[in-house]
């Protein structure tokens, strides 16, 4: 597997300048200057050191090592496999520059990228608001409307107060959700400046809108927000947030509500999802694009069907051939080719060996995509490979540890990986805040529950795991009601279970194992099923 270390083969350089060093040098002093730029002094140095390196010839010394040593003090015996401090700073760094350039650096002559995937920059010559990549990385500069990928423009919020210094709250709000919808990776996102009023929403490409207004009362702040669907002028959604005056907590509510407007918004089963999903439910899998491709795995975990699992997996299979640079599609058809594996559901193959290696591709593609360093945990976790699945998670954890969107996914694999606090914790505060959670995650707490005896609020978990085509629904039932002595209503529940899995006497034990890694827990799995007098061999 490829790592964060990676840099464009010799051939891929640009050296064709079309900018001068002191052009390049005016913009990092620019960037460094300014307050919007939040980042640390040694972020600031780390940006400084990898700009000159390339301004000196020298791109092919930047590397993990060479940072870590010069820029942030690692001794000479650094090892990253142990010590992610550079992929963690930069990953920190292109959050503080997404910032700097969606707020006072939106109209800047030159732009300065870290791209994903790499530590060597690259820097752009900005016009409009696509852009032509110069030199750095040679890495193409992806402009944010793809004709595949559904857009969301974020218009203006309106600061409806009537005090002026709360303009900030408006801007900053604005900001912090394009920047959280940004990193998610699957909606485009365009900001609109309020110089751009009056400007047609159907010139950027965007499908959706995004509007936002602040008010204020004597106690608290209140937050507005819609979605429009620009195709109809239909407002699809809309949410209210409130919050105290106190200066102190006004930043802190502001990057909360954009998580939870994101989570709402552009999640895999958010509303963008499933918008777009009805609309392609009939579309031919030749003529599907990528998102929409992606759109029929989730259609497929909302139900399990045999016809949902098949178009799922004719549709990413063409995605593969049609978009073989998309990281994410790798990713998407290991995530469904490791599902079937685990769960044994339809009579194709999909072995084990292949979907890790689709979900090493993916990463090697798009290093830096949280969702992709998830799929890659998963199917170290369903390989028995917990160590390597444990180093994945927390990959994905560094690259946006507050995500509503992808913190139930985190949470449930580390649950299973044995991480029974951090786990379930980051589980229930994603159900607290996200309602478009997915409900697989109540597995996972369940598992937790039976590992502390505590059979009374397994039974509950199992009440919201809601996947009555999965076997594994009655499952839980069955060995949960059976540790509560509740022998009537387990019987029934294995009765379910077997018009679902009728090998399952036989294959039960391997089928657990998947994602039972630890023996006490299958033990007293075996102890209630048994109860309700299913014996698995």
């Not at 010069?70 to 000479?76: A, K």
């Not at 696509?130 to 402009?143: D, E, H, L």
């Not at 529940?493 to 018009?499: F, I, Q």
Request: proline share 4%; net charge negative; with cysteine.
């Amino acid at each position: 597997m490829t790592t964060e270390d990676e840099t464009p083969e010799e051939d891929d350089v640009k050296t064709d300048l079309t900018m001068s060093a002191d052009q390049i040098r005016r913009q990092l002093r620019r960037i460094l200057a300014s307050p919007e730029f939040r980042a640390t002094e040694a972020q600031r140095a780390f940006l400084e050191f990898v700009v000159e390196k390339v301004l000196a010839g020298e791109s092919e010394e930047i590397k993990g090592y060479t940072v870590a040593t010069r820029v942030f003090g690692r001794r000479e015996d650094f090892d990253q496999a142990t010590d992610p401090i550079v992929s963690i700073q930069a990953n920190k760094l292109r959050r503080a520059m997404e910032h700097y350039y969606l707020v006072s650096g939106k109209k800047d002559p030159i732009r300065i990228d870290i791209p994903k995937g790499s530590y060597v920059p690259s820097f752009t010559e900005r016009s409009g608001v696509a852009a032509t990549p110069s030199f750095g990385s040679g890495r193409r500069v992806i402009t944010w409307v793809d004709g595949d990928w559904p857009a969301v423009v974020i218009r203006p919020f309106q600061n409806l107060t009537g005090d002026p210094d709360l303009d900030y709250l408006a801007i900053g709000l604005a900001t912090e959700l394009a920047m959280e919808i940004n990193r998610f990776q699957d909606i485009r996102v365009l900001v609109r400046g309020p110089e751009d009023r009056g400007r047609r929403e159907m010139d950027t490409g965007a499908r959706f809108a995004i509007d936002g207004s602040i008010r204020k009362d004597p106690a608290a702040i209140k937050v507005a927000l819609q979605l429009i669907d620009l195709a109809s002028n239909i407002q699809m959604w809309e949410d209210m947030h409130k919050s105290d005056r106190e200066a102190s907590r006004i930043i802190a509510f502001q990057e909360h509500v954009a998580r939870m407007i994101a989570a709402k918004i552009c999640g895999e089963l958010g509303i963008i999802a499933r918008a777009v999903s009805i609309e392609s439910k009939n579309v031919p899998p030749s003529d599907l694009k990528t998102y929409e491709a992606m759109l029929r795995y989730y259609a497929f975990t909302a139900n399990f069907t045999a016809e949902s699992f098949f178009k799922a997996f004719e549709a990413l299979k063409l995605s593969v051939v049609r978009e073989p640079e998309k990281g994410i599609v790798w990713s998407m058809l290991a995530r469904l080719y490791i599902t079937n594996y685990a769960l044994e559901l339809f009579d194709v193959k999909t072995p084990v060996d292949e979907a890790v290696a689709y979900a090493q591709k993916g990463v090697r593609l798009d290093p830096a995509n949280q969702r992709a360093r998830l799929i890659m945990a998963y199917t170290m976790l369903l390989k028995n490979d917990l160590q390597h699945g444990l180093a994945e998670a927390e990959q994905a954890i560094s690259l946006n540890p507050n995500s509503l969107i992808m913190m139930p996914h985190l949470g449930y694999l580390l649950t299973l990986l044995g991480y029974w606090e951090r786990g379930p914790e980051l589980i229930r505060r994603a159900i607290e805040f996200n309602p478009y959670y997915d409900v697989i995650v109540h597995y996972a707490l369940w598992v937790d529950w039976i590992r502390r005896g505590d059979d009374e609020n397994a039974y509950a978990e199992t009440l919201h795991f809601k996947t009555p085509l999965l076997f594994w629904d009655p499952l839980m039932k069955a060995a949960t009601l059976g540790l509560l002595e509740r022998i009537d209503d387990g019987k029934q529940a294995v009765e379910d279970l077997l018009k679902l899995k009728p090998d399952f006497t036989n294959r039960g034990r391997v089928l657990i194992r998947h994602y039972i890694k630890f023996e006490n827990i299958l033990e007293r799995m075996i102890e209630g099923l048994s109860k309700v007098g299913l014996i698995i061999v």
